[in-house]
């Protein structure tokens, strides 16, 4: 299977403190993308970050990508419990993949108010 | 604006019955798939199409078919369903590589 990893699978922190989320994947990508999914509910496109960019933000989210390590991290600060979701890496491995997103397993996240 | 809609959102189906799962969207995208999401596994690419006319595999496409004679719909068809099909299925579609989903269908097999 061409999945990514997640870790951890799940974590649980305090209103007003970071989650941190990493993903490890093990092809060559064009892109990699932090989707977030409430319980119940479909998946959220929160981000898209390209091969070429080491840093990307997006108002209380944090993205990094280190190519050669094949990994990414995101990064939520300030979290709120209305944050509390799974969160999913994907990436786009290119070439005959194009277009076509591989997923990791998931980081569930609770936030305690 | 609908965006991606998915029918019905639950279903329940026994053994050896067939049915279709039914997804409209309404960005005019090219691009569309099927995943189906199970306990600890993620996502995973059923099929997917690149345009009206153009369909193609994923991960796992055993014991589902699709077409998409429009750009708007893409039906997902369960041949004989079996338990191990019990499952959340969604469909997405995609414009620049970032993926709109439905709310999702959630499939017994009993």
């Known amino acids: 299977s061409q999945q990514g990893e997640e870790d951890p699978q799940a974590l649980s922190i305090q209103e007003g403190e970071n989650a941190t989320m990493n993903c490890s994947y093990k092809?060559?990508?064009?892109?990699l993308q932090w989707y977030r999914q409430n319980s119940g509910r479909g998946l959220v496109h929160l981000i898209l970050?390209?091969?070429?960019?080491r840093e990307k933000h997006s108002g209380r989210l944090r993205v990094t990508l280190d190519t050669s390590k094949k990994s990414s991290s995101l990064l939520i600060t300030a979290s709120r419990a209305a944050d509390t979701a799974s969160y999913f890496c994907a990436f786009d491995a290119g070439g005959t993949s194009y277009g076509k997103l591989t997923f990791g397993q998931g980081t569930i996240l609770t936030v305690h108010p | 604006n609908a965006g991606v809609t998915q029918t019905p959102k639950f279903q329940v189906l026994k053994t050896g019955q067939s049915m279709t799962l039914q997804c409209a969207q309404d960005?005019?995208?090219?691009?569309m798939s099927w995943y189906r999401q199970d306990p600890g596994m993620g996502l995973r690419l059923i099929h997917y199409?690149?345009?009206?006319?153009?369909?193609d595999q994923g991960e796992v496409p055993n014991g589902y078919n699709v077409s998409r004679s429009t750009t708007e719909d893409f039906p997902l068809r369960l041949l004989s369903a079996a338990p191990s099909q019990t499952s959340v299925y969604f469909c997405a579609s995609s414009k620049q590589n970032i993926q709109y989903f439905g709310a999702g269908t959630r499939l017994s097999v009993l």
């Open positions: 970050i390209r091969s070429n960019e």
């Open positions: 960005m005019n995208h090219e691009y």
């Open positions: 092809t060559s990508i064009n892109n």
């Open positions: 199409s690149v345009g009206a006319g153009i369909t």
